[in-house]
Nanobody
Framework: VQLQASGGGLVQAGGSLRLSCAAS????????MAWFRQTPGKEREFVAT????????VYADIVKGRFAISRDNDRKMVYLQMNSLKPEDTAVYYC?????????????????WGQGTLVTVSS
């Protein structure tokens, strides 16, 4: 499966952004989907994941209550709605697809990665 993330940009603290990830290739509903993020010099960290049918979601504590992950299997899309953004949310955000696991919060739980989209939150 190929993944293409988009929607990043510059936003002021307290603002909102919606990231999108378009998938192509094999049936999208075969994959658990997730968002991770990475800043220079740090490891890529888990943000949120959603199960194949969208019935289960898991969030990192640092985004819980502010971010929401969703998916549209007919359109082969996954989204990350980010509200109440903080400067520390600044990062490159990556979408990922996993074949075998559900609700995985680790990098190894995902087999395919998009190219990343930059989110910059100014103070």
């Amino acid at each position: 499966v190929q993944l293409q993330a988009s929607g990043g940009g510059l936003v002021q603290a307290g603002g909102s952004l919606r990231l999108s990830c378009a998938a192509s290739g094999r049936p999208f509903s075969n994959y658990a989907m997730a968002w991770f993020r990475q800043t220079p010099g740090k490891e890529r960290e888990f943000v949120a994941t959603i199960s194949r049918n969208g019935g289960s979601t898991v969030y990192a504590d640092i985004v819980k209550g502010r971010f929401a992950i969703s998916r549209d299997n007919d359109r082969k899309m996954v989204y990350l709605q980010m509200n109440s953004l903080k400067p520390e949310d600044t990062a490159v955000y990556y979408c990922a697809a996993g074949t075998y696991y559900t609700d995985s919060t680790v990098l190894e739980g995902y087999d395919y990665w998009g190219q990343g989209t930059l989110v910059t939150v100014s103070s």
